[in-house]
T-cell receptor, first 111, second 113 residues
């Protein structure tokens, strides 16, 4: 069982559509990060959220940390083919110090 | 700055062979980590280091050894390769632990026959 569960695991949409990816846990996290990984490359950090209820925006991407700090979401508005990639959430539990990754959401945006 | 570099990019081994995956970073980061990435399982931590001379086990350490003689280098050794070690391996570095940004290398795709 993954400490951080992401849904959906796969998502294929058309250019211009909106989408939301979820990252859920039964544990409390001191912070959550979102990374994007393109084929043949390592993940790259998009954002870190640290406060319950926090919302951060990065152009067409909106990230939210749940009030209880057990979950996070990533919303993409008007998706573009360049958004295609594997989206990974990662968090540090309040009871630990190491970063734990979710299994990822593979997003494909078709032109 | 080259960031985090890994060699080789691809490797095929036979069961029982040993090899070392190389990782280097030029950002003067104290923290370095090795992850493996398998389909549907995200990234799992193998070993990590909080500074030169200090290493510790992660979530899936069996079958792997590491050492950290310098700040820059953090090699991962497979002692006797097994098919279950077929995976993509990523090295990462960060300024500090916890929620510090992880900088990843491009990965090594390893196949064990």
């Amino acid at each position: 069982t993954q400490l951080l569960e992401q849904s959906p695991q796969f998502l294929s949409i058309q250019e211009g559509e909106n989408l939301t990816v979820y990252c859920n846990s039964s544990s409390v996290f001191s912070s959550l990060q979102w990374y994007r990984q393109e084929p043949g490359e390592g993940p790259v950090l998009l954002v870190t959220v640290v406060t319950g209820g926090e919302v951060k925006k990065l152009k067409r991407l909106t990230f939210q940390f749940g009030d209880a700090r057990k979950d996070s979401s990533l919303h993409i508005t008007a998706a573009q083919p360049g958004d295609t990639g594997l989206y990974l959430c990662a968090g540090v539990q309040t009871s630990g110090s190491r970063l734990t990754f979710g299994e990822g959401t593979q997003l494909t945006v078709n032109p | 700055n080259a960031g985090v570099t890994q060699t080789p990019k691809f490797q095929v081994l036979k069961t029982g062979q040993s090899m070392t995956l190389q990782c280097a970073q030029d950002m003067n980061h104290e923290y370095m980590s090795w992850y493996r990435q398998d389909p549907g399982m995200g990234l799992r931590l193998i070993h990590y280091s909080v500074g030169a001379g200090i290493t510790d086990q992660g979530e899936v350490p069996n079958g792997y050894n590491v050492s950290r003689s310098t700040t820059e280098d953090f090699p991962l050794r497979l002692l006797s390769a097994a098919p279950s070690q077929t995976s993509v391996y990523f090295c990462a570095s960060s300024f500090a632990g916890g929620n510090s940004e992880q900088f990843f290398g491009p990965g090594t795709r390893l196949t064990v026959l």
